[in-house]
């Protein structure tokens, strides 16, 4: 059974860090690119970021490109989203997801509040 | 960016009937690269159709994904009380992926 489970959400003030990591079982991890999509209070979902197979690649929204760093761990089926400098506007719900162009399979999601 | 509208806002209908959303494009979908989403309050979206007409594992034979270029459709044939929920489709064919903002299937 394919299962991704996030981790690391809270409550941050604006400008600071926060690091999302998303283990993943019960697939071929390394053979699969992965996203981040997260959906603010009351609005659909926006895709975030991706990463390829091998980590090698990564792409962003341009809302998050220059503060938000993606990545993962092979060795340890995770990935991670390194995000910096937050704002009032990062404050969402977000899902890791198995990709295929669109996304298979999604965790349950991590809750980042960005407030002071 | 590929911007997509979905239409209606919110559909009002009773188990049993039929629903039809509509997704429609800014511009063409490059293959068809269009998927549907079903999402419950509390929970994470779920894949129901990918490249435009696929069902994905689980989803049942009433769902189905029909359209090309720009005009897309999610069609439940005979809704059951678990299918009110809310629905957006993706579009996978240009960067970046983009969301339309949703369809609420609600009970009337």
């Known amino acids: 059974e394919v299962q991704v489970l996030e981790s690391g959400g809270g409550l941050v003030q604006p400008g600071g860090s926060l690091r999302l990591s998303c283990a993943a079982s019960?697939?071929?991890?390394?053979?699969?690119?992965m996203s981040w999509v997260r959906q603010a209070p009351g609005k659909g979902p926006e895709w975030v970021s991706a990463?390829?197979?091998?980590?090698?690649?990564?792409y962003y929204a341009d809302s998050v490109k220059g503060r938000f760093t993606i990545s993962r761990d092979n060795s340890k089926n995770t990935q991670y989203l390194q995000m910096n400098n937050l704002r009032a506007e990062d404050t969402a719900v977000y899902y890791c997801?198995?990709?295929?162009?669109?996304?298979?399979?999604w965790g349950q999601g991590t809750l980042v509040t960005v407030s002071s | 960016e590929i911007v997509l509208t979905q239409s209606p806002g919110t559909l009002s209908l009773s188990p049993g009937e039929r629903a039809t959303l509509s997704c429609r494009a800014s511009?063409?979908?490059?293959?068809?690269?269009l998927a549907w989403y079903q999402q419950k309050p509390g929970q994470a979206p779920r894949l129901l159709i990918y490249?435009?007409?696929s069902r994905a594992t689980g989803t049942p034979d009433r769902f189905s994904g029909s359209g090309s270029g720009t005009d897309f459709t999610l069609t439940i044939s005979r809704l059951e009380p678990e299918d009110f929920a809310v629905y957006y489709c993706q579009q996978y064919g240009g960067s970046p992926r983009t969301f339309g903002q949703g369809t609420k299937v609600e009970i009337k």
């Open positions: 490249d435009a007409s």
């Open positions: 019960g697939f071929p991890f390394s053979s699969y690119g």
């Open positions: 990463v390829t197979t091998s980590g090698d690649r990564t």
């Open positions: 511009q063409s979908v490059s293959n068809n690269y």
């Open positions: 997801a198995k990709m295929q162009g669109y996304f298979d399979y």
